[in-house]
């Protein structure tokens, strides 16, 4: 949903250059990062080793997906135990996985079952349009779950965190072109208000 207008901005200014997207699940993008097949990776965070770079993109809250006019529409807050108490679409893998251990205590130490575990987050949102429960993703996915006529509201109790980064071989050097490329993404990115007002808030203490 973020790198069709990024890459189309991008090659506007830049004609000239030509921007290959290699979509895959997101477990995928490092390894593909380390086999040479791209020049950097997006994707979110994962142990990545020494042999790879990482700069954080996004750093961004999970939202409740789910149809208009659902139970959670009438809540002036939508909780993760309120969420969970309908089918529940997930993604795969280590989401599902970390999910479970961040909500761990919120749900008062029921397990996050869900219905259904998909591979893309467009095959979930097909599903909650279709009816068949609610999902959670992240706020960058807006348009897309705009695009599906669904509802995106802020998960409270607890408000989690999720980061999106770059990462690229730390033996290797960027081309021009893929340097500018990554440039302008972080730029594009950094101009978007809708990232700006969910940006995690600081924190610090005061000696």
Known sequence: TLLPEVIAAYLGEHPGVRVRLADCDVEGVLTRVEAGEADFGIGPERPAGTEMNAQL???????????????????????????VEHPLIALQG???????????????????????EVAFMTTALSMVS?????????????SL?????????LLH???????VLVYERATSTLSPAAQS?????????????DYAERRRPASFVRG
């Open 57 to 83: 993109l996004l750093d961004l809250p999970f939202v409740a997906v789910f149809q208009p006019a659902h139970a959670l529409d009438a809540l002036k807050r939508v909780r993760w135990i309120d969420l």
């Open 94 to 116: 280590q989401f599902t996985e970390r999910l479970s251990i961040d909500l761990h205590v919120a749900l008062h130490e029921q397990a996050l079952q869900p219905t259904n």
């Open 130 to 142: 279709a009816g068949l429960g609610v999902t959670a993703c992240l706020p960058y996915a807006g």
């Open 145 to 153: 779950v705009r695009a599906f006529g669904l509802r995106m509201e």
């Open 157 to 163: 109790e607890p408000v989690l965190w999720r980061k």
């Open 181 to 193: 490329f990554k440039e302008f993404l972080f730029a594009h990115v950094a101009a978007q208000p």
